[in-house]
């Protein structure tokens, strides 16, 4: 396997790679921040080849989606550009199957891992509408879909009976997850079953959009860019929505040390809510609306389950520090989940009275 400058070295002339610095906390793929000798920035990734088992297909549909994206947004974000090698290649395959590839990087800009304030909120929903909008003429047939059934709720949840009927739980402590679970097995069903019946609208969306996705204006609550496009993929607009919610609600973070903490925030709900709805919401259908609630306890519940199951399984597919950290990761999304039936009818009342004042 490549070391990371190695592997810099094959986009870039060796005697150029001046700095690399880890960045970032993602959960899934390795980023370092490359600094060349001229001073110049780009962003160095290696795909984890136990989730992207056909890189070229990532590779392929960013291009696709950046190159679409441009044209689409006249300047309105930003958008990463993949950088190619000597050679013309925009990924590199090492021994093992992971892929590295160089972005350009966008600078003057920060990562948050939550939110702090409304502001901000409007400005995560504001830019996935434009993600959504800009996308939306493009033909999902053009893509490959780099992770089959990735937000098949049920399949999700089969995976995670499969596995616990080879764990051996009954000697260890995590019942209140496989109790959690069990109460609630039918909201598995309940986006699956309203898309079979071609209520909700289906596009290229972007399949991970947290709020450490965004990248705000180093000085200002603004968000010039959503990142991380290796999953982009045909899919449900609620996919999208119910994820950035789930995410963005969830003032204490992903990774907070007492579950208690993990409350769903509806101011910040209300926000991203409404700075979506100014730029797309008139791609959403009566039946997107009326699921839009769900779709976020859906996307939280999913995610949880996804990280109990790993959790069940050792560790393979979420990096972790620690080895109970999955675990963790899935009661917090359980005690969101929780938090969201509690506030139901709220939340529905704000849709409702956002939705009657957009068109
Ligand atoms: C993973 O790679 P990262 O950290 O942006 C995961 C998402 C989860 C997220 C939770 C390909 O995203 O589905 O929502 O962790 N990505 C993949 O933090 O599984
Ligand atoms: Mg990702």
Known sequence: MMTPR????CFVSPDQVDILEPLGSGNIN?????????????????????VFTEPEGVIRNMRLVTTHLRE??????AVCTMVPTPEGKYGVVDTDGSCWRLL??????????????????????????????GLADLDPHLLTDPLPGFHDTPA???RYHARLARSELKNRPEKDCQRFIEARSELATVLDSADRQGKLSRQVVHGDPKVANFLFAEDSDTVVSLIDLDTVRPGLLL?????????????????????????????????????????????LQ??????????????????????????????????????????????????LVRSMEEQEQDLRECVASLSASCI
């Not at 040390?257 to 979506?276: C, H, K, S, T, W």
């Open 6 to 9: 190695e592997a810099a070295g």
């Open 30 to 50: 390795d980023t370092w921040l490359l600094q060349l000798t001229g001073g110049e920035k780009r962003i160095l990734q290696r795909l984890n080849p136990v």
């Open 72 to 77: 689409r947004f006249h300047g309105l974000a």
């Open 104 to 133: 350009t990087y966008i600078g003057h800009t920060r990562c948050l891992n939550s939110l702090h304030n409304k502001d901000q909120a409007r400005e995560i929903g504001r830019m996935l509408g434009l993600f959504h909008r």
């Open 156 to 158: 999700i949840l089969a």
């Open 239 to 283: 996919h999208d929505l119910g994820d950035c919610l789930r995410s963005a609600c969830n003032r204490a973070g992903e990774e907070v040390n007492d579950p208690e903490m993990a409350l769903f925030d509806r101011q910040i709900f209300r926000g991203v809510l409404e700075g979506y709805f100014a730029r797309a919401g008139s791609l």
């Open 286 to 335: 009566p039946g997107d609306r009326e699921h839009l609630v769900a779709s976020a306890r859906v996307l939280a519940f999913e995610l949880g389950i996804r990280f109990f199951t790993d959790h069940l399984a050792g560790n393979r597919y979420f990096k972790v520090q620690y080895e109970q950290q999955n675990l963790l990761r899935a009661r917090i999304q359980f005690a």
